[in-house]
Nanobody, 124 residues
Framework: QVQLVESGGGLVQAGGSLRLSCAAS????????MGWFRQAPGKEREFVAG????????DYADSVKGRFTISRDNAKATVYLQMSSLKPEDTAVYYC?????????????????WGQGTQVTVSS
C-alpha cells in the first residue's frame, strides 16, 4: 500500500519559516518525482513546487519562487518543503504528492498518490 504522510505544519507569524516533511512508503521512492500542492478555503488546489526523481531539477510556482525550497532524501524516502518569508496568503492545507514519472510537472492529474495534508496558517 502506497502512503504519503505529511508533517510540520502549524501556525506562524508573517515573515516566519516552517519546514514541511512528507514520508513515503509502499513503492520505490527514488523512481518517482514528487510535488507539493496547496489548497486555500474556497480555492482550487494549486501547484507549489516539484522535484525530479534524483533532486537535480526543481520547479516552483511564481508566488513562492525565492521563498520556498523543495528537496528530497531518497535514502529516507522523504521530501521536504522549506518555507521562508511566509505571508498570510500562504495559508492553506499543503499536500505532497507522487507523480507517475521521474520528472516533475505542474498538473495535479499526473500525480496518483496524495498525502492527507497538513495545515499551514500564517498570521499577519
Amino acid at each position: 500500500q502506497v502512503q504519503l504522510v505529511e508533517s510540520g505544519g502549524g501556525l506562524v507569524q508573517a515573515g516566519g519559516s516552517l519546514r514541511l516533511s512528507c514520508a513515503a512508503s509502499g513503492r520505490t521512492f527514488s523512481r518517482y518525482a514528487m510535488g507539493w500542492f496547496r489548497q486555500a478555503p474556497g480555492k482550487e488546489r494549486e501547484f507549489v513546487a516539484g522535484i525530479s526523481w534524483n533532486g537535480d531539477t526543481t520547479d516552483y510556482a511564481d508566488s513562492v519562487k525565492g521563498r520556498f525550497t523543495i528537496s528530497r532524501d531518497n535514502a529516507k524516502a522523504t521530501v521536504y518543503l522549506q518555507m521562508s518569508s511566509l505571508k498570510p496568503e500562504d495559508t492553506a492545507v499543503y499536500y505532497c504528492a507522487q507523480r507517475r514519472s521521474i520528472w516533475h510537472g505542474r498538473d495535479r492529474k499526473d500525480y496518483d498518490v496524495w498525502g492527507q495534508g497538513t495545515q499551514v496558517t500564517v498570521s499577519s
